[in-house]
């Protein structure tokens, strides 16, 4: 039976999809159409397409239930049946021998109306279609190719009626050929010669004016006719196998075909007319001599016609159903969709177009979603063991961002997904991601010239199963034997994957579904021809406006502007030009894994062997092992780090390109390990606990290698020779390990490196020529300033490529790199050395009385600590000369030597003792001024126990550092100047030591020594608080003194307190500063001490003599003008105290011999800077209790009086 549908209450149509009976479509099926009471039928037939020994019978059916035929057809034309008006039931009866294929068939329209108001034709046989009743049958008449309405209203909204004919037709016969018989590619050069081309006819009104001109003529003659059509090209989709093109490259989908002989023709098929041919083509060989005429079209000129405009495709409408394809992604940048594993990839046009070198593709939120997988028994174990499933997500993974690498081709200009690497396809530009593929040497089957393997069925099938097209590089053969007949627009045409399409009759108000495209003439276009570089629409409006596509919604096809809809997507024949819409359909995923293509992010173990085309293999803390992947040939990128190896065999991947085996528990290391990996450009160990690399045995060179990451490993020593079988490496990394040593071999096996990272290396010894092999050296990065020397890097170096942090103190010439440090330096050793010695001179002979006093035991103990400090200066400034000009060369055997260990410990020693003993000088002026007269003051044996213990100490806190339980410290050499300063945030062994003594007892010293002489200055202040002028002056001397005191204090370890305190905290400290305060600030106490606790006196005591002398004068003179008879007594005090010079001059005894004022001279004198009283009465008495109180017994006279400090 015949499939009927009903579109209302009173129309439908009848065709023979057959769907409640398929077995009987198209043999010997029928239908009785009942007629309404009181109505008549309107029915037609718009197309009907059959081939030989099928016929489409029509009946009437009278009262009697006798048949009347009212007409009937038989194959082979392609014809329009006219509407006709039936008053009786219909009969339809197709009669066929065998089942019909697709696109053969009949669809019969029909219609009822009442009696009293049916369609009726005119004395014309033309409808009226102006009355209100032609929406009831209109669908029998319009745009059906014939003319049935007055004004044909029928067909003036249609295509074909709008166009009107602008070209002309003429044939050229035998007679214009010469009887010369022609193949299809000398008359379309012909016909262009001549300013035209071959014939198309791609409307009714041209193939109806291609008859009116070359029909005739040709039947006449006889001639066999070229035209402009041909058939399939190979450099356009496999999905147009079966297509025929026009000469001017448009799809024709209207053209009907037939044969005149069996035949089989190789090569490419063109279209010729012959009166055979039945007012359809034929076909036959494009190369052969088969044709004596042809026909040629000429655009007609001065053309007053508006052209056709052509359907602007420039916008696809944008999906509102969302696909459940899990593999697929949206992209931000045109909304489009594609698989995730192209996510990043430039060509696909996904987000920006920065090149990454890595992917972040997101990971939705997932419930159920499968992949496609393959049914396959061998998987069932694995399934149960590693619960494999087709899940794109698991719970190991939530809605985030997992990262994949980008394989960078070696020209540097683009990426390409590990999944599209060694695929027979060259991606990159350079070919840099094919050509170093190895691949399996047996191919069962037929193998192509880029080295694919395909079915030997593959071979010459028409369809390109070689990604180079190889397969089909040859004659194709092809068996005409058939008939095709095709629709004329409207139509819905598909395509059905082996190279053919079919048709399926629209009207002109039917809309196209989602999935396709309308052009021009009203044919619906899947939307996949869009931008595909063919014309499919007659106007070519398909392929415009392509450099501005968009395809929301839709999967954009890779390196193209073809969109595909998600419906056409894994449907098993390919509608991209790259055919990505059928990559990796049937791709399996293990579960607890991220799969994107054949990249797979893993933190479990999986059944790697399972997956034999994996590319990418991110197993970060899984627990797999080099055994688990051994099978994976097309491994290219490894991660197998924190998987808890211990030990490596020998592998045989010889397509892993990268393999990343850090933050194991690799301990030794043979580099015969990774002999056979071949194409191993990168290799990282990072963060193993090695211990020792060596090359192995039986070891050969491997060429591919470029970089080799050993960083933040246990490895005290490098040299090159375990490395030897890798003279193509680049790069290497060796950071933040433990070495210290590089051997002799240096570099010398590994000569094309270019880049070397040392930084975080405690490298103390290595070859002075390390680098100077290295001609392609380009950079070097260390924290030892030495590997940055001329000496030891390539002749031609850029010197600024050496990225070493810069020693402040010292450079690869001069232990003291600035001439300023080495003036400063030398200029505080002379003041420390002359001047401490001249003090302890000044005190152990001119002085020597004075001795006695406790005072001068802390001065002269004082003086010996800070010559120490001078000594320490003259060694470090002697090896400054010793080495000027070839420093590096001796830094190590200067900091490691006993000269710069005595130095450090000289010169620690002196501050601590230096600060210590100024502390304890503080404590005795205090005792004395503030309790002249107790029993608690420092006498010289207490003051010699005193020192004695202040040395000691000091020798136990500068000796520490050298004792065998702290030698690893190396604490005195971790400078040139051989003194560690905790300033900076740079940590070195010993730092806490060097910081609680250095910054926490010295700042401790300088607060009690601080407030200490402020106490002392007050308890003067107390006394004096009822002085005279004269002896208030005395007071602000003393305090002048004491604030001179505290400021060369402070000068010299607030600045460094500070400087540590703001270190440890984490503040950042130039370099500059640590070498600026051990030169300029360090020695300052030592230089300044003499000249405040000893010099000032003797200047005081030369003072004391010159006024002596003045006075000595001025009493001659005063003798020799004195009266005769007067007294001594009445010289006045006024008198007495004018200076030789005759200005005025302070008393130098009180008028009255006061207490008061005699307590101001004993300030005075306990300040170090007071006079001696002229006369002997009180004055004196209070200067020698002064005197005493100054740290002495009693003495005869006050000729010198010490200050406190």
């Known amino acids: 039976m015949l499939h009927i549908e009903w579109t209302s209450a009173v129309s439908g149509y009848v065709d023979n999809s057959c769907q409640d009976h398929p077995d009987a479509c198209g043999k010997n099926a029928s239908y009785h159409l009942t007629l309404p009471k009181n109505h008549v039928a309107m029915v037609s037939v718009p197309v009907f397409s059959f081939k030989e020994n099928q016929h489409l019978n029509l009946y009437a059916v009278t009262e009697d239930g006798e048949l009347a035929r009212l007409w009937t057809t038989s194959g082979t034309a392609l014809k329009v049946i006219p509407a006709q008006i039936v008053n009786t039931s219909i009969f339809v009866e197709l009669v066929s021998e065998r089942e019909y294929r697709q696109s053969e068939g009949f669809q019969m329209l029909f219609s009822f109306h009442p009696v009293s108001n049916y369609p009726q034709r005119n004395g014309d046989g033309l409808f009226n279609c102006s009355s209100p009743d032609y929406a009831s049958f209109r669908q029998h008449l319009d745009c059906n190719s014939l003319v049935e309405c007055l004004g044909s209203q029928d067909a003036r ?597 270019g880049l070397v990272d040392l930084q975080g290396n405690p490298v103390e010894r290595f070859p002075v020529n390390l680098f100077t092999g290295l001609l392609r050296l380009e950079a070097v990065y260390s924290d030892n300033y030495k590997l940055c020397c001329s000496d030891t890097l390539p002749a031609n170096f850029e010197i600024d490529s050496c990225h070493a942090p810069r020693d402040e103190i010292s450079s690869c010439e001069d232990l003291l790199r600035s001439d300023v440090f080495r003036a400063f330096l030398w200029m505080f050793c002379s003041l420390a050395c002359f001047g401490n010695a001249g003090c302890l001179l000044f005190r152990s002979f001119v002085q020597k009385a004075s001795m006695s006093s406790g005072f001068n035991v802390f001065v002269s103990s004082l003086g010996a600590a800070d010559f120490l400090m001078g000594i320490y200066l003259a060694m470090v400034g002697g090896a400054d000369i010793a080495y000027q000009g070839q420093y590096s060369l001796f830094e190590t055997a200067w900091k490691s030597g006993v000269v710069c260990k005595a130095a450090g410990f000289l010169s620690l020693l002196s501050c601590e003792i230096s600060a210590t003993m100024i502390c304890v000088i503080t404590l005795d002026r205090f005792l004395v001024l503030r309790f002249p007269f107790s029993r608690f003051h420092f006498e010289p044996k207490s003051a010699v126990l005193a020192c004695v213990a202040v040395w000691l100490l000091g020798v136990i806190i500068a000796v520490v550092p050298l004792l065998p339980v702290t030698s690893q410290w190396q604490f005195y050499g971790q400078t040139g100047i051989c003194i560690p300063l905790p300033i900076t945030r740079q940590s070195f062994p010993g730092q806490d030591y060097a910081f609680a003594v250095m910054i926490v007892l010295n700042l401790v010293l300088f607060l009690l020594i601080a407030a200490g002489q402020l106490l002392i200055f007050w308890t003067i202040r107390d006394t004096a608080i009822t002085s005279t002028a004269r002896y208030k002056s005395q007071e602000m001397t003393v305090a002048r003194r004491l604030t001179s005191i505290v400021v060369s204090d402070f000068l010299c370890w607030f600045p460094i307190g500070l400087l540590g305190v703001l270190a440890a905290t984490g503040t950042p400290i130039p370099g500059e500063v640590n070498v600026a305060v051990a030169i300029l600030v360090l020695p300052l106490n030592s230089a300044l001490n003499p000249f405040l606790y000893t010099f000032n006196l003797l200047v005081e005591r030369l003072d004391r003599q010159e006024e002596q002398r003045l006075l000595k004068q001025l009493e001659e003179e005063r003798d020799q003008d004195r009266p005769a008879g007067g007294e001594v007594g009445q010289a006045s005090g006024a008198e007495a105290s004018q200076p030789a010079g005759g200005g005025a001059r302070p008393r130098l005894r009180p008028a009255g011999g006061e207490v008061g004022q005699a307590s101001g001279a004993e300030a005075s004198q306990a300040a170090g800077g007071g006079l001696r009283p002229a006369g002997g009465e009180v004055g004196q008495a209070s200067g020698a209790e002064a005197s005493q109180a100054a740290g002495g017994g009693a003495r005869p006279r006050l000729s010198t009086v010490e200050p406190p400090f």
Not at 564 to 591: I, N, T, Y
């Open 157 to 753: 909204h249609c295509p074909e009626f709008e166009r009107e004919l602008h070209k002309d037709y003429q044939m050229f016969p035998r007679e214009r050929t010469r009887g010369t018989v022609l193949t299809w590619y000398d008359g379309q050069e012909s016909c262009r010669q001549l300013g035209g081309d071959l014939a198309m006819m791609k409307t009714l009104a041209e193939w109806n004016k291609f008859y009116q001109v070359v029909g005739n003529v040709s039947r006449s003659v006889g001639n066999f006719v070229w035209v402009g059509i041909h058939g399939y090209d190979l450099n356009v989709a496999d999905y147009y196998r079966h297509a025929y093109f026009w000469a001017d490259n448009t799809v024709s989908y209207s053209v009907n075909l037939t044969h005149l002989f069996y035949r089989t023709v190789q090569g490419r098929v063109c279209l010729y007319h012959s009166p055979g041919c039945n007012r359809h083509l034929c076909y036959a060989d494009c190369k052969i001599r088969y044709a004596t005429a042809y026909a040629c079209q000429f655009e007609r000129r001065n053309s007053s016609a508006e052209p056709r405009r052509a359907v602007d495709f420039s916008e696809l409408r944008n999906l509102t159903r969302k696909t459940t394809n899990q593999s697929l992604v949206r992209c931000e940048n045109g909304g489009h969709m594609t698989h995730s594993f192209l996510s990043c990839d430039p060509q696909s046009h996904c987000g920006t177009r920065q090149l990454y070198s890595d992917c972040s593709i997101s990971i939705p939120h997932v419930s159920g979603a499968s992949v496609p997988r393959k049914n396959n028994a061998d998987l069932a174990e694995d399934d149960a063991r590693y619960n494999i499933s087709g899940s794109n997500s698991d719970a190991s993974f939530t809605a985030g961002d997992v990262r994949v690498a980008m394989f960078v081709c070696e020209d540097g200009r683009s990426t390409v997904p590990y999944s599209l690497v060694c695929d027979f396809r060259e991606d990159c530009d350079d070919a840099s991601d094919e050509a170093w593929c190895v691949h399996s040497e047996q191919c069962v089957g037929f193998t192509c010239r880029n080295g694919q393997c395909v079915a030997e069925t593959a071979y010459c099938d028409v369809r390109r199963d070689c990604w180079d097209g190889s397969d089909e590089l040859c004659d194709h053969a092809h068996l005409l034997t058939r008939t095709i007949v095709r629709m004329l627009p409207p139509t819905l045409i598909s395509f059905d994957g082996q190279g053919n399409f079919s048709q399926t009759l629209l009207s002109p108000s039917d809309l196209c579904p989602e999935t396709h495209l309308r052009c021009s003439d009203g044919n619906c276009l899947p939307v996949f021809v869009r931008c595909n570089g063919v014309y499919d629409c007659i106007d070519k409006a398909d392929e415009a406006h392509c450099d501005n596509v968009t395809c929301p919604g839709f999967y954009r096809c890779r390196s193209s502007s073809v969109c595909v809809h998600p419906d056409h997507l894994c449907d098993g024949w390919p509608q991209c030009p790259q055919r990505d819409d059928e990559w990796l359909c049937q791709a399996l995923c293990p579960s607890r894994c991220s799969c994107h293509g054949h990249a797979f992010v893993c933190p479990r173990p999986f059944p790697a062997p399972s997956f034999p085309q994996l590319r990418y293999l991110d197993a970060l803390g899984s627990g797999m092992t080099m055994n688990d992947v051994s099978s994976n040939v097309y491994l290219i990128w490894l991660r197998l780090a924190s998987c808890g190896i211990v030990e490596l065999q020998v592998m045989d991947l010889r397509n892993l390109r990268m393999l990343d085996l850090s933050d194991n528990q690799l301990t030794t290391l043979r580099m015969d390990a990774f002999l056979n990996l071949t194409n191993l450009a990168v290799l990282c160990l990072a963060g193993n606990p090695l211990l020792s690399v060596t090359a192995g045995n039986n070891y050969t060179q491997q060429q591919t290698l470029r970089v080799l990451d050993l960083s933040s490993t246990f490895l005290t020593s490098f040299g090159s020779l375990a490395f030897s079988g890798f003279p193509e490496l680049r790069t290497l990394n060796a950071s933040n390990s433990k070495i210290e040593v590089i051997t002799e071999d240096g570099f010398v096996h590994t000569p094309k490196l």
